[in-house]
């Protein structure tokens, strides 16, 4: 049995979880979403949001791991026994689902970094993305062969990961997010200075920030702009519970949620200033409106801001810091995922860890096969929804229940109020009580609605059903029988 590990400083633990909350969303997710929903007005859905539900949930996450000292699956049990499974469905969708998939996005970005020396999507970036290099099937069912080029890539990915999280929290996590996170912003930073001065970058920030208020008037962009704070802030995974868990008695815990709160915001922000400039060079260069060179989600990465770099000056050095930006962002989300997993399963069983992260990073580059077929895009997209917005939005809206009634929440905030400079009322108490689970429930209505007029992404039923309904329920399945198994005799 091991003893539990800590950060050796409130800084490495403030840059992992703000490490953790960076991820790839952060510079294509939100800067598209800003773009449609009103560019700069959007900050008033998306402020509200971060106020109203991402902060006081990130603050209970932290307090759960913090005043239960223990993994996701360890602090629930603790609260009340009967709901262990929660923690567990938590780590396990996220560790045998999203993660799996997130590698080979991950490894897509460390393929362009290196296309991006040669420009090897050469005139046409949408063809070589989705034709030669993804060769996407005509349907989920048509499976196809592993890409090698991802193959090779995703391998290097899953190393890298290994060999951080082996090395535990303050060798390994710790350290190398002291490493990424600085860097990553100093890259970023920089990118966005020259893309500002890029010709034609303030037509692309005009349409970013411009604000639009009709648009925040549709109750789709506020729903998406809470959707937007809950999954950014990686609420919901069993990270932020680890994570906290890890720290020493007297930390300041709210600061410190607020802190990773605002720093994961700025980051977006930074990053969609960079995002649009380039837009805004390629419609003024090839004479077209901002409208036809603007791609959503993983296009705006892989195809529109490759067509970009193939036409600035000195594009092939910006590409490659692009990608290796997006490497950085999407591994240091990715050690936590695998973390949150690891902590659990130490806390349940006593494993060791270094035997137990080489055993799970085997299973989960074996799991990631999948993803890096023919077929792989359309897998991704499926259970990325599924996972993303049901079993995210459950896990989140029970934790509220929970903590708010079935244990007396106002417990967590006293024991933040004792070690934090910024003291929480009453007010907190209903957040949790009444006001997210409430905001997620909604979320997931009307999810369920609009999935019952017509199946997702135009899939067909059964596609939808066995791929993602099925993955969902497999995962709770492990977590129910996983939580019946007997713990170790000494838990922390």
């Known amino acids: 049995m091991e003893n539990r590990e800590q950060w050796s400083s409130q800084i490495g633990f403030l840059l992992a979880a703000v490490g953790s909350a960076i991820g790839l969303g952060n510079i294509w997710r939100f800067s598209y979403m800003a773009y449609s929903y009103g560019g700069g007005a959007f900050l008033v859905p998306y402020l509200t949001a971060l106020a109203t539900a991402g902060i006081p949930l990130l603050i209970l996450e932290f307090a759960i791991g913090h005043e239960r000292i223990g993994s996701a699956p360890l602090a629930c049990r603790k609260i ?9 469905w938590a780590v396990i969708f996220v560790m045998f689902g999203i993660v799996l998939y997130y590698m080979v996005v991950v490894a897509w970005c460390l393929d362009f970094m290196i296309y991006s020396f040669s420009l090897a999507w050469g005139g046409n970036p949408d063809t070589f993305f989705f034709k030669e290099f993804l060769q996407v099937s005509s349907s989920p069912a048509a499976v196809g062969g592993v890409r090698l080029p991802i193959l090779t890539a995703l391998a290097v990915v899953w190393f890298i990961n290994w060999a951080i999280v082996f090395r535990g929290i303050s060798g390994g996590i710790e350290l ?3 490493i990424f996170m600085p860097s990553l912003f100093i890259l970023t930073c920089g990118l966005v200075i020259w893309a500002m001065n890029l010709e034609g970058a303030s037509t692309g920030l005009s349409a970013y920030i411009k604000p639009d208020f009709s648009k925040i008037l549709s109750p789709r962009v506020w729903i998406d702009a809470y959707s937007q704070i809950f999954f950014t802030l990686s609420l919901g995974f069993g990270i932020m519970i680890a994570y906290a868990s890890y720290l020493p008695g007297k930390t300041d815990i709210t600061r410190n949620a607020i802190l990773t709160a605002a720093i994961n915001s700025s980051y977006s922000l930074l990053a969609g200033l960079g995002v649009f400039s380039v837009l805004g060079f390629m419609s003024v260069s090839q004479g077209e409106e901002l409208s036809k060179v603007v791609s959503q989600s993983i296009g705006l990465a892989f195809v529109a801001y490759p067509k970009a770099i193939s036409l600035m000056p000195g594009g092939r050095f910006f590409g490659a810091i692009f990608f290796f ?9 990715s050690i936590s995922i695998i973390e949150a997993f690891i902590s659990a399963m130490i806390d349940k069983f006593g494993f060791r860890r270094r035997p137990l992260v080489t055993m799970l990073s085997l299973c989960g580059f074996a799991g990631s ?7 792989g895009l359309l897998w991704l997209d499926i259970v990325d929804h599924m996972l993303t917005h049901y079993g995210l939005v459950v896990v989140g809206i029970g934790e509220c229940i929970l903590t708010a009634w079935f244990f007396n929440c106002s417990l967590f905030r006293e024991h933040l109020n004792s070690i934090s400079s910024i003291k929480l009322g009453k007010w907190w108490d209903a957040m949790i009580r ?3 689970p409430g905001a997620l429930g909604i979320i997931l209505l009307t999810d369920i609605a609009t999935e019952i007029r017509k199946p997702y992404g135009g899939y067909s039923w059964q596609a939808v059903f066995f791929i993602g309904w099925m993955w969902l329920l497999a995962t709770l399945a492990a977590a129910v029988a996983i939580a019946r198994k007997k713990w170790r005799s000494k838990p922390y």
């Open 434 to 436: 009444w006001f997210i």
């Open 80 to 88: 009340r026994p009967g709901w262990e499974w929660l923690g567990w």
């Open 325 to 333: 930006c997006l490497l950085v962002a999407g591994i240091s989300s």
């Open 176 to 178: 190398a997010n002291k």
């Open 369 to 375: 096969l999948i993803f890096s077929t023919r077929a």
